[in-house]
């Protein structure tokens, strides 16, 4: 019985302590709190061991890990168990998914495996940098690499792009060759003069100061056929460098370029605006349609990671393991038309005084050219501009009158030198008096006096439907900023017969005024339309028919302010005939400071001329029209 018992015992022991053996964690759960700790950046809790059986601390695996992130290091790392272990021997393997968050949300997810090995009754990870990524050893980091998108063109209508690859020169300079740096700037400021640059350099020594004496420090980037004109005065100079590039431009400098805007290098400002889509060298739109829809431009960059391993030779292997294509970007198409807008730019080329022109196409209201001077790529004012139309308004007012059976083109309306509305005294430019002359002769001479009398005839509600009828004030959306015009009410009689002329609370834009030239050449109004993809959600709707017997008296008018009224200067321009109004804006109480505008059409294209303090009409807006329709013709 004894030796039964003892047996029994034995035998109780051996189950009790085969049990015990069977009973170790499996290699998943170790797994598991080696993921964990991975997460949480605490791997004290599992053992580990170099996969060539060394002994190695959870800290050095920990640090080993984070060099290879390379630049991985702040991008969101998911972890987890793919499966169930595998085991042969005493190593078991298992699988595990890694679920990176890349720049721009990029998602790289791929599998790996851990092994781990058994000693006794516990498992310890075989460290080794494939855990991190299959292909990584010992010393490499994983890298980020972007790969750029396409940048897609602003297209004219045929699809042909406005902008395109040019040759450019970056002129700058360099600390450590500088001898005499006011010399230097004194030599570059008169170089740049002559090419018509200004370059403004007056923060130079601070920006030298505080560079490292190797470093470029840009002044400007020259399109490479300007920057021949000067480059044998500034290549010689002591600190001068140069670097040569390609760059997305416009046919010309001045090419639309307050419409378009420019293409150039991410600003500090762009990069703090948009850290999560741009980076240092992405080119970006800056101002106009550029800057508008960058985005749709711009395109998606793809990214790429690589393996960063250096090559016996000491350079660096970039051995890439996985890539997220760019897409491209999307062209934007707009109705600019090359010839009309070089011919716009041209015009305004001499003119010192801030200037606008803007050119429509008659017969679907299609923005032809939208120029500016002398900064091409200064304010918008062709678009944008809010003053007052001077008595360009007069096209308005005279087509109100018309229409309203107020007067007939060969009705007699006195223009005396002043006329008197309620106690304010109204006069003619240079105190002109033309005394009883027919309503055409009014308008080809522009009276102010004659429209001020006529006025009470008009009426507020005259005033406005003749704006309403041309366009002033309407709803439509060019795809980025324009101004329509707002109309006075006309809500005293004083109130009435300045706008009646173009003065008082009306104020226009250039395009605006276009726009309504283009109304009356047509015979009803169209609104003007630039962008055609993407198309805005709002273009316009056309109005009625205008009064074609009102309409074809006023178009007889206007020919006669070119044959024999105040813009005679532009009878003998080539091509069709030239229809047209001038205009002299007051835009300052108490000033003889004055906007000089020419409204006008040949052809199909109708166009607005708007030079600020520049005078009469007929001393700065028609010398530019006279160029730019002989430009047009040539």
């Not at 920990?62 to 290091?73: C, K, Q």
């Not at 009754?121 to 994983?142: N, T, Y």
């Not at 897609?152 to 002129?171: E, N, R, S, T, Y």
């Not at 074809?552 to 091509?575: K, N």
Request: net charge negative; aromatic share 6%.
């Amino acid at each position: 019985m004894r030796r039964y018992r003892a047996g029994l015992a034995a035998l109780l022991l051996l189950t009790v302590g085969g049990l015990t053996g069977c009973s170790a964690d499996p290699p998943e759960d170790t797994v598991k709190a080696f993921l964990d700790g991975w997460r949480n950046g605490n791997l004290n809790e599992v053992g580990f061991v170099t996969a060539s059986g060394g002994k190695i601390s959870a800290d050095d695996v920990l640090t080993g890990i984070r060099e290879l992130y390379g630049d991985l290091s702040q991008q969101p790392l998911e972890l987890s168990v793919a499966g169930d272990s595998k085991t042969s021997g005493d190593v078991a393997s298992t699988p595990i998914t890694l679920k990176w968050t890349l720049p721009g949300g990029v998602n790289w997810s791929y599998p790996s495996t851990v092994r781990a090995t058994k000693a006794g009754d516990d498992w310890s990870v075989i460290w080794e940098p494939a855990v991190l990524q299959p292909e990584l050893a010992a010393g490499d980091k994983l890298r980020l690499r972007r790969v750029a998108p396409q940048r897609a063109a602003i297209q004219d209508a045929d699809g042909k792009a406005l902008f395109g690859p040019q040759p450019v020169v970056v002129v700058g300079v360099t600390p450590q060759e500088i001898k005499n740096l006011p010399q230097l700037q004194k030599d570059l400021a008169a170089s740049f003069q002559k090419i018509d640059v200004d370059v403004d350099m007056s923060d130079l020594k601070a920006r030298v100061d505080a560079a490292d004496p190797g470093a470029f420090i840009d002044l400007i980037t020259l399109r490479r056929p300007v920057y021949l004109k000067i480059r044998p005065e500034v290549r010689p100079l002591d600190g001068t460098v140069f670097r040569e590039e390609t760059r997305q431009l416009a046919p010309t400098r001045e090419f639309a370029r307050a419409l378009l805007g420019t293409v150039d290098a991410a600003t500090k400002e762009d990069l703090g605006a948009r850290p999560d889509t741009l980076a240092t060298g992405d080119m970006v739109g800056h101002g106009g349609l550029q800057q508008k829809y960058d985005t749709v431009l711009r395109g998606t960059p793809g990214l790429s990671v690589v393996i960063s391993r250096e090559a016996a030779d000491g350079e660096a292997e970039q051995a890439p393991i996985f890539t997220s294509d760019p897409v491209d970007g999307k062209p934007v198409k707009v109705t600019l038309d090359t010839a009309t807008q070089n011919a716009a730019d041209q015009a305004l080329a001499a003119e010192k005084q801030p200037s606008s022109l803007v050119a429509i196409r008659v017969s679907d209201g299609a923005v032809l050219a939208a120029a500016n001077g002398p900064d091409a790529g200064g304010v918008n004012t062709a678009l944008t501009g809010q003053v007052p139309p001077g008595s360009t308004f007069k096209m308005i007012s005279a087509y109100g009158l018309l229409a309203g059976g107020a007067v007939k083109a060969d009705t007699v309306v006195d223009c005396p030198k002043t006329y008197n509305v309620d106690g304010r005294e109204f006069k003619n430019s240079h105190d002109e008096a033309l005394g009883k002359v027919q309503f055409h002769v009014d308008f080809a001479k522009s009276c102010n006096t004659a429209f001020a009398a006529l006025s009470s005839k008009l009426g507020s509600a005259g005033l406005q439907q003749a704006s309403t009828a041309l366009g002033l004030g309407s709803t439509w959306d060019l795809g980025i900023e324009a101004y329509a015009g707002q109309v006075s009410d006309g809500g005293t009689a004083t109130e009435l017969a300045a706008a009646t002329f173009g003065q008082g609370s009306t104020t226009v834009s250039p395009i605006a005024m276009a726009a309504a030239t283009a109304a009356v050449a047509k015979g009803q109004f169209q609104p003007p339309k630039l962008l055609l993809d993407p198309a805005p959600a709002n273009t316009g709707t056309p109005g009625p028919a205008l009064d074609q017997t009102a309409v074809g008296a006023l178009r007889d008018m206007m020919r006669e302010v070119i044959t024999g009224g105040t813009a005679t200067a532009l009878r003998t321009v080539p091509g069709k005939p030239v229809f047209g109004k001038t205009g002299t804006a007051e835009f300052q109480t108490g000033s003889e400071a004055t906007h000089s505008w020419f409204i006008g059409y040949q052809g199909d294209v109708a166009f607005a001329v708007m030079v600020q303090n520049g005078g009469a009409g007929s001393e700065a807006a028609v010398p530019i029209a006279k160029r730019f329709l002989t430009n047009l013709n040539k």
